[in-house]
């Protein structure tokens, strides 16, 4: 079965608030120092090494992750929001398989108009 | 006559063996960093000298300003595994005073790195929550890189009922 | 004046040590394991986004709507939504028609057996506890209540027998811990009342969800005693036991233990 990944956040929100962003990940983060109780064999490594949030194609945030991060990774950040657009997590594993997971912000201005990344003067 | 050339061949062996042995096993090349960007299969004891060299490759003899990173830990965890821990860079996030990267240090880990982070001026506010491993009870670090050129470090001692590492 | 300071310290002292009676050494008085973690181990399970034993529920939902192959029936086409399952998992464990005491992670397996003609799941593996946790998770906040009657008299008796019977290398019984020594240290730990309403829960020491059974098994390792099979006939009557000696608690699934 394919790993699961959460992702949260404040749907609509004002121009400039600062949205939290929440992500969980499920994973084993396995530390490549633990053996095996019965074999005595040491489990190789495999941990996410790094996620990259992106906003609207921009990485905004970029973290670089060791063995010393807990199984079933949880991380929280902050974003300014400006315009709507798409939120996308990318999580990289030690095989360099990537597993992805998006989500759309909608921002509004004072008006309770929707900000849109493109301008279409009509 | 015979002994005396027999016990004189076997120390020359013994001078040789001793010395071709020498050479290979220290080389006195920093193994630690090269496995740390790989995948490590091997059990390895926290080091104290090595944390310090990885502080001071970071730091350098750039200038330590004060009251720049809040860090929120516990005092008490019940299990090494799962540390929550919450840091926050006071600064503006404008485009010429924000982080560029923040390390995030447990100091008595078999690997004291525990995490990289990068900020952009997007961010809006440079605060970060996640959980950590820790061994026993020690001090975690944070060790912020401004832009500009600026460190910011803030330690703080947590204690671990059950370590994470068996 | 000096009296009146010493009746107030008097009064101090008495309401003092009443608090403490009240919310230690009175059995009666049923306290969950979270309140015997620490604020920072709270502080994971207040929160559902926080708490990874949410992991679980999720996965146990696309189980639910998964059909199988075989038959071409999922969970869900018998039982409805999940959500339709509010307080089946507060009946387990349960006598069968048979006459033997299941537990829920059996009565699925069985379920998939016979109704589905599909693989029935490992002991402790991952789908079948993320069903697990999906079911209790169903009836959380609902309160432990089972019913003991002629039928598993029987089993009740048994676990009974098992709770108070002294094993292992050390000759300790459960309530010699859970009873008579509840928030003392044991070592690194607070002894707690040993109650199985956040079960299965998201243990931290093993970063994944754990079974009553597999933690009893544990509970009896320490005690270096050489534990019973996960499913035997010996901890399902202990299970009706414990849920029988916590009725009254809020379920709590999924639950952050140490």
Redesign the interface.
Known sequence: ?EK?R?L?YKKIVKVGE?VKI?T?A?H?ME????RDNITGI?????IIQSVIAK?NG???????????????????????A?ESGLIEIEWKD?HATTSYKRGYLKVINEKGNEVLPVKYDL | MEKLKRNTLKKLLVLLVSCIGKVSYSNGNPYRDRFQSYRQTFRIEPNPIETERIINNIIGEKKITKNLVDLQVPDTVEDGNVVPLTFKINCSMKKDDYPKKVHVLALENPFPEVAIYEFFPENGNAEVSFRCRMRTSSFIMIIAEMNDGRIGKEKKYVDVMLGACS | MIYNTNLLNFFFVCITSLIFLKKYCLAEDLISGYHFSEPSTQKIQDDDFLNPGFIWVENGELLWNKKEQSSQLSCKSCHGAASEMTGVALKYPKITKKGNLINLEQQINICRNENMSAETYEPESKNLLALSVLLYYQSRGLKQDIKINEKNKEYFNLGKKLYFKKIGQMGLSCNQCHDERVGQNLRAEKVSQGHINGFPSYLLRWSKIASVHKRIQFCNEQARAIPFKIFSKEYNALQLYMTWRGRGLKIETPAVRK
Do not use: H
């Open positions: 079965m699961l959460r949260k600062n929440k969980l499920e084993e530390t490549g120092v633990r040491i489990y190789p490594r495999l906003y921009k990485i905004v945030f970029k973290a670089n992750w060791f063995s010393g991060v807990s199984a079933n990774p949880y991380l929280a950040f902050y974003i300014t400006k030690d």
